[in-house]
């Protein structure tokens, strides 16, 4: 018997040699073959991740109330009527896409074509970008009624307090550019050209209708008298104000008095100095946020370039969501004068803001913090308040709430708005808030 059990074969060859006879021999290479038809067996819930941001989307607005959402359905059982879009699936993309940063209603028609995620929220139901797009901006008391309700529900499970909140406004670029601004003669003269306009269309429909279809027409006309009726809101926008100049002209008449312009896209909007120091056509958008769990309380939009006097209107907001004012507000330097502070006051809130050139007082051996001639108690009390180290360490929750909750909603794509007008730019703001809501309760709520 030999030493071995078996015979002993060949010696092994490395992987990398190679045999003389292949020298030379063209390569075996694996190609994709994308032609090739293949049959797989598999629905959307199977092919999305268990636990991708859609389901949870999808499963926080589900237990949403949506009855003025379904309200307005017209499609009903028992009569003629196309299907309506459920408002769970609608609200559910937009909140989703706002969260992944898109903004376009056509770009969210295309997602829902091609993307997974979308898909999986779709489950088959067609959108085009009409519905999107209307369902966005066309319902702003609902998506008011849908922020109340969400900010309401946490308040209730106590994972919101509302005992004191950071306000802060962000410029956002209107759609609009700044050569759509037009003084008051020019705009007439464009007024006349429209309404001249549409006179000749409604002619042209009477003496040769076999010239365009009855849609062509429809649409033609539709659109001359949209430009109308933004041509006339721009004007009574640029009369109102060129009053406002005029009466300031006559409070400080070094002033020059230069005239009023208005957009012709976006009537509403106004040129106001961004962060950049560049001046561009915005709004002012204004987010209350609650500093103990980050929740965005309160939502305005406003065509203000500066921040001044809007605290007791929020203030006021707030009131009317929830039937409660907070104690304590967190806001800049650029919000407070004494009449806004004793607004405050007078609604049981204390003002937290930076005094006006503090360190400079300090520097010079005044007191800052003492009270001065025309101060009112409440003025008085915001003095002494501020002087305090309880009083600087509540402060510096401004920034790390205010500042974070502008921050995301910038990465989130708020830089410009998709809309015009305030209700419709009101309500892309809304938007925002509820989707971050949303997502942030989610965490809060596993957390606890």
């Known amino acids: 018997m030999g030493e071995f059990l078996f015979e002993r074969g060949a010696a092994e060859v490395a992987e990398d040699a190679t045999p003389a006879e292949n020298v030379g021999a063209a390569p075996r290479l694996r190609w994709p073959e994308r032609c090739q038809i293949e049959f797989r067996y598999a629905s959307l819930d199977q092919l999305l991740e268990p636990d991708h941001r859609a389901r949870a989307v999808w499963a926080l607005v589900e237990r949403l109330d949506l009855s003025l959402w379904v309200a307005r359905i017209k499609a009903v059982e028992g009569h003629v009527g196309r299907k309506a ?15 992944e940063g898109q903004g376009s209603a056509r770009e969210l028609a295309r997602l829902c074509e091609k993307h997974l995620a ?60 700044k050569s759509s601004f037009r003084s008051q003669p020019t705009l007439d003269q464009h007024l006349a050209v429209a309404r001249e306009q549409v006179a000749t269309l409604r002619k042209l429909a009477e003496e040769a209708p076999q010239e365009l279809t009855q849609r062509q027409q429809a649409a033609r006309e539709r659109a001359a008298q949209d430009r109308v009726a933004r041509l006339e809101a721009a004007l009574a926008n640029c009369e109102e104000l060129q009053k406002k100049r005029e009466e300031r002209h006559a409070t400080a008449p070094h002033t020059p008095l230069k005239p009023a312009r208005a957009s012709t896209t976006d009537p509403e909007a106004r040129v106001m100095q961004f962060s950049d120091n560049g001046y561009r056509p915005g709004y ?30 929020m203030l006021d907001q707030l009131q009317d969501r929830y039937g409660q004012t907070p104690r304590e507000a967190l806001v800049d330097g650029g919000f407070v004068s004494k009449q ?14 930076p005094l006006k050139e503090e360190q400079r007082q300090l520097d010079e051996g005044k007191d800052p913090y003492a009270k001065r001639k025309g101060d009112t108690p409440a003025v008085a009390r915001w003095r002494e308040r501020m002087g305090t180290p309880a009083g600087k360490e509540t402060y510096k929750l401004r920034c790390q709430t205010a500042e974070w909750v502008n921050a995301l909603a910038r990465n989130r794509g708020l830089r410009q708005m998709p809309v015009r007008g305030l209700i419709k730019c009101r309500a892309i703001a809304v938007l925002y808030a509820l989707a971050h809501n949303l997502m942030h309760a989610a965490r809060a709520a596993a957390a606890t």
């Open 284 to 313: 002012n958008v204004q987010f209350s946020t609650d500093t103990s769990s980050g929740i965005i309380v309160g939502v305005e939009v406003v065509n203000q370039g500066t921040d001044f006097e809007q605290l007791p209107p």
């Open 340 to 353: 806004v502070i004793t607004a405050a006051d007078e609604r049981k809130c204390a003002v937290f803001a």
């Open 118 to 177: 979308y898909q999986w929220l779709c489950g088959g139901v067609t959108l085009n970008y009409h519905l999107l797009s209307d369902c966005r901006s066309g319902y702003p008391e609902e998506w008011d009624a849908l922020l109340t309700q969400v900010v309401a529900s946490l308040l209730n499970e106590g994972l919101a307090t509302m005992d004191r909140v950071a306000q802060d406004g962000m410029r956002v670029r209107a759609a609009a550019g």
């Open 85 to 99: 879009t459920a408002p769970q699936l609608l609200v559910a993309l937009w909140v989703f896409a706002t969260l």
